[in-house]
């Protein structure tokens, strides 16, 4: 019997499975494990949204793949204040999560082999696996000149503030890959989840709705979002897409299809999320004492920061090291980081720090550095 090759065999090792062996040299330190490698939140869930979470706990029916009403518009309203859209015409739709959206928007936009994907040169793996999902070609790359003249590009990545590297690109930058794309008939999906944590003034983040970006047309555009930063909602997934009408609507009626749909209690406290910036505010400023101390505790060790203007991550390098020995050299002073090339060939001399890591255990990295 012929059996199917399974879809899994078309993607690579889980990349936080990799750090399993700095994870166990890290957390045999006396000390024990200070875990910088991932962006989880350590934060508790606000207390406005866990009573509408339970609130909305009596769900026994089917919730609406759309969003409540009171979601979809609180959605809109969101997006409008935080990427500055201008004005209204936008589709809106809410994930579970962004991480499911990024790895399934290819499959969705019915992309498949000799169809195109262009990525960041660095950057968030997903965006691969969900090319490596359909059988699609990837090209990895921060200039489209090098993609050619090719009709085959059918969905252009952009990632602004970056994952790892917390660069930000600027409106005219964008500006230029929207029109590019708009020209082949390529959607361009822009990964926003970093959007509201910008640390320069100098380098404040532009969505790709923003009129100056997109011309004031969202054909052909999408804005990715998520909560699990902004509201420490990892656990509930929460995300949400906006943009192109036509496009979310064809995305409503394939989630709909395949039974794509947030919790109803989820969405309840999405809601309650969207419409109170307080906490978010508070949990920005928890963030920003955290990057400065991290920043100066790895800059006073040798370290070199590159980028990380916005976003949740320090982009370092160690005398130009190769990344895992720098893994190994953190990990022996209990320190977990990710190796920037779990995020391409590019990111081989650098490692990912992240902000989302207790008070306790941030005051205690700088001791951690100096130990010999």
């Known amino acids: 019997m012929n059996r199917p090759t399974p879809v899994s065999s078309r993607l690579p090792e889980f990349t936080w499975d990799t750090l399993d ?30 009573r509408a979470l339970a609130d909305a706990s009596d769900a026994p029916g089917y919730p609406l793949t759309a969003g409540t009403p009171a979601l979809r518009a609180a959605i809109t309203d969101w997006v409008a204040r935080t990427c500055r859209t201008g004005a209204g015409g936008y589709g809106v739709l809410p994930t579970i999560g962004s991480k499911e959206l990024v790895a399934w928007l290819p499959t969705l936009l019915g992309i498949g082999p000799g169809d195109v994907v262009v990525v960041p040169s660095v950057c968030y793996p997903t965006y691969s696996d969900g090319v490596r999902l359909v059988g699609a070609t990837e090209v990895r790359t921060d200039s489209l000149t090098a993609v050619g003249p090719t009709s085959r590009v059918r969905l252009v990545w952009i990632n602004s503030p970056a994952n790892p590297t917390g660069r930000v690109l600027p409106a005219a930058h964008l500006r230029k890959v929207v029109d590019w794309a708009r020209e082949r008939g390529a959607v361009v999906a822009s990964d926003e989840c970093y959007l509201p944590l910008g640390w320069s003034t100098d380098t404040e983040p532009v969505s790709v709705l923003s009129p100056e970006v997109c011309g004031g047309s969202y054909d052909g555009v999408l804005a990715v979002h998520s909560l699990s930063k902004r509201s420490n909602l990892a656990g509930y997934r929460a995300g949400l ?3 192109d009408p036509a496009l979310v609507a064809e995305l409503l ?7 794509m749909i947030v919790p109803a209690p989820v969405q309840a406290a999405m809601v309650a999320a969207l419409t109170d910036d307080r906490h978010a505010d508070e949990q920005r400023e928890r963030y920003r004492a955290r990057r400065e101390k991290l920043l100066a505790a790895f800059t006073a060790a040798g370290f070199t920061v590159d980028h990380s203007e916005a976003g949740l991550y320090l982009w370092l390098t160690r005398d130009g090291e190769e990344c895992w020995r720098t893994v190994d050299w953190l990990a022996r002073r209990g320190i977990l980081a990710a190796a920037g090339a779990l995020y391409g060939p590019g990111g081989s001399h650098h490692v990912r720090v992240a902000l989302t890591a207790s008070d306790e255990q941030v005051a205690a990295v700088p001791a951690r550095l100096a130990q010999p």
Do not use: E, Q, Y
């Open 21 to 50: 062996a700095a994870a166990t040299l890290a957390a045999a330190h006396p000390d024990g494990l200070i875990n910088l490698s991932m962006g989880t939140p350590v934060d508790p869930v606000p207390p406005v949204i866990r």
């Open 253 to 259: 009626k394939l989630r709909k299809h395949a039974g």
């Open 241 to 243: 897409v906006a943009g």
